[in-house]
């Protein structure tokens, strides 16, 4: 077997990738734009996104045939509720906003459950541990790039005459 043609690892690829780009999408919306959801949201929600797609995927290839039963319905009742739960978590307060990054890691901790499920234990598996690495290590990233932006903007002011 090619070692690059694995479906495990092709769906692991396009988790990381998904990843990837919504914490580049994130970190811009976090130091750029100075924006509450950063990185981590982001990177949270396209994680999340792509796990609920490759579980709907690999449900309707499992339970092909299957009379009366749509396996994309129940994700999709997933995705609405605790889309739901996720919004009671947010709190608004003092123009600053709060529980976005957590929403998201509940709304992509369904998408794990939903893995498990369908048996995709690997996959799941997988997704904690994007989880995982969103959660600790852009944490440290976005800290440090909202420090040294921070310091790049004052000085452009600074060279301007603005303040």
Known sequence: MDFLSDPSLVIFGK????????????????????????????????????????????????????????????????????????????????????????????????GVGSLVAFGLYHIAIFVTFLVLLVFFGMWYIEKSFKRNFTGLIVEMQDDHGQK
């Open 15 to 110: 988790l990381l990738l998904a990843t990837l780009l919504g914490i580049a999408i994130g970190t811009e919306r976090a130091v750029v734009a100075q924006q509450a959801a950063g990185s981590r949201t982001f990177g949270l929600v396209a994680l999340g996104s792509c796990v609920f797609v490759i579980a709907g995927m690999s449900a309707n290839e499992q339970f092909i045939g299957l009379v009366n039963f749509d396996p994309s319905r129940v994700l999709a009742a997933v995705v609405q509720g605790i889309g739901f739960l996720g919004a009671g978590l947010i709190i608004f307060r003092n123009d600053s906003l709060h529980g976005v990054t957590t929403a998201a890691g509940l709304w992509v901790a369904a």
